[in-house]
């Protein structure tokens, strides 16, 4: 019987503290969303059964979940939960949760993503993910929202939100990254529908 390694963070890891969330007027994002055929039910089972490193692969050239590593004792689920996340590229991010809500027919979890160790990422502040599921009869809609907060003093935030949040809309967030997104849209279907 051989042993699992448990992750560690990578040498010189210093966890920072969750940037204070900004206003909707700073932040660029995007949203793709999914029909899964299958009841609400079975969807958040699946997906609660399903590691995050299958629900998001790498693509478009950008990478996926390796690996993660809980950050606090509450692990990554409970508002406050917080995880290191481990890329497939050898990059990481930091991940906190700040709402989970689950009722009988819809499901709203949002998180924070900060800490960027990719030199792509340079330019963002932080990241806000949005993860919303309802129930549709025997069907579950899955929308997913991604949006970012340039830095001021980068290209392009420092063309100020209107100008550089288009220029990373169009470079960005309408190419690789809504491609990236819909993969792991394609995944969570794949395992909730499996």
Excluded at 48 to 53: G, Q, R, V
Excluded at 89 to 107: K, L, M, S
Aim: a neutral charge.
């Amino acid at each position: 019987m051989s042993e699992v390694a448990v992750r560690q963070p990578p040498p010189g890891f210093v966890e920072t503290p969750r940037p204070p969330l900004a206003g909707p007027e700073k932040l660029v994002g995007r949203v793709e969303q999914v029909v899964i055929d299958r009841p609400f039910a079975q969807v958040v089972a699946a997906v609660d059964a399903t590691p995050l490193s299958a629900r998001h692969p790498a693509a478009s050239g950008l990478p996926g979940v390796a690996d993660t590593l809980a950050l606090n004792p509450q692990g990554f689920g409970p508002v406050g939960g917080r995880h290191l996340v481990f890329l497939t590229d050898g990059t990481t991010v930091i991940e906190e949760v700040i709402e989970n809500t689950r009722t009988d027919a819809a499901w709203r979890f949002r998180y924070q993503v900060w800490g960027y160790t990719t030199p792509a990422a340079r330019p963002l502040r932080y990241g806000l993910g949005d993860f919303h599921y309802v129930a549709e009869g025997d069907r579950t809609r899955l929308a997913w929202t991604y949006s970012f907060e340039l830095k001021g003093d980068r290209f392009p935030g420092f063309l100020g939100a209107g100008l550089g949040g288009a220029l990373l809309k169009l470079a960005f967030l309408d190419g690789p990254y809504a491609r990236w997104m819909r993969a792991g849209l394609a995944a969570i279907k794949a395992a909730a529908e499996t």
